[in-house]
């Protein structure tokens, strides 16, 4: 794989929410499938079942990360993007409204 890094100034951007989808399987697909159409550069991505409930996953991003945290007890689940392309985070924010 062929990377080209350029120089960036040091900012982060950050966007979370609430959503009441709480189903690991939907998770993953929906905001898998949000991260590519935005254009993101996924490095990795890791989950983990808690026993009994809740589930948390990880995309680790050329431009930073995606984490969701699930509550099903609540019926919601936490999800958060920090990304030093701005530019992307909003295309991003624009998918999820």
């Known amino acids: 794989m062929d990377l080209t890094y350029k120089k960036i100034e040091a900012n982060i951007y950050n966007y979370q929410f609430w959503t009441t989808c709480t189903q690991p399987d939907e998770l ?22 808690f026993p009994g409930q809740g589930y948390t996953c990880f995309w680790l ?11 099903p007890e609540s019926n919601k689940s936490y999800v958060e993007l920090s990304s030093c392309n701005k530019e992307k985070l909003d295309f991003f924010k624009t998918e999820t409204l």
């Open 28 to 49: 993953k697909n929906t905001y898998k499938s949000i991260l590519n159409k935005v254009g993101f550069n996924i490095l990795q991505f890791s989950e983990h079942y």
């Open 61 to 71: 991003l050329g431009e930073s990360h995606l984490a969701i945290h699930t509550f």
